[in-house]
């Protein structure tokens, strides 16, 4: 398997353990474990940064630009509801 291809699945999978961090902070039923999820959050979000920063400088994690256009239309969509 190549880099690029482990880099992809180990930035699905920090996502996802980001997502059950954040989970469990909104879910914890008292200050301590709050405090343990996001301290826990805070350091996956570091790594799922520093994983993307390292994709992105070697060209493995292509983002789209969108036209202004389509940024206002949704941007009126919203503001009228």
Request: net charge negative; hydrophobic share 35%.
């Amino acid at each position: 398997m190549e880099d690029k291809d482990l880099m992809e699945k180990e930035l699905l999978i920090i996502k996802g353990v980001c997502d059950l961090y954040l989970h469990g902070t909104i879910e914890s039923s008292t200050a301590e474990v709050h405090e343990a999820f996001k301290c826990a959050l805070n350091e996956s979000l570091n790594i799922q940064n520093k994983l993307y920063n390292m994709m992105s400088e070697k060209g493995w994690y292509k983002m789209e630009n969108v036209e202004q256009q389509k940024i206002d239309t949704v941007k009126q969509k919203f503001a009228s509801k």
